[in-house]
């Protein structure tokens, strides 16, 4: 029973450390397509993974679609403690790829 719940314990913590690895990385090319530089998109998944995975698992960002992400990220601003700007960069980061 004990061992189990080790068991467990390791595939879950296993679980959440790959949920960050997996996450989308930006490439150059989406840099350009989104007309801000590589740097500014990486930024932004940093600051995705650092603010918004307190309260819950972290969305992939081919969950939602653009205009999805928008309205969500209005809801979700109010319940962190995020300033406009950092909003735009989590913005830009998620639409990046988008459904
Ligand atoms: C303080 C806790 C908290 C933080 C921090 C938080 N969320 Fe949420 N999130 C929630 C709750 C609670 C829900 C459930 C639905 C609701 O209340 O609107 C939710 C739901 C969601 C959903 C599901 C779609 C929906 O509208 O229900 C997405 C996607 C999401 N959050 C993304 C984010 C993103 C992106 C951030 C970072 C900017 C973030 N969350 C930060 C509490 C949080």
Avoid at 19 to 37: F, I
Avoid at 58 to 68: D, G, H, I, S, V
């Amino acid at each position: 029973m004990c061992f189990r719940n080790i068991v467990s314990a390791v595939i879950l913590i296993l679980g959440l450390s790959a949920c960050a690895s997996t996450l989308y990385l930006p490439t150059e090319q989406d840099a350009v397509v989104q007309n801000v530089s590589l740097n500014t998109l990486i930024r932004g998944r940093e600051l995705y993974i650092s603010t918004c995975g307190g309260c819950h698992n972290l969305y992939l960002p081919a969950k939602y679609t653009n205009q999805e992400w928008i309205l969500i990220m209005g809801k979700m601003q109010e319940k962190t403690k995020i300033d406009d700007s950092q909003k735009e960069l989590i913005t830009r980061y998620l639409i990046t790829s988008a459904k």
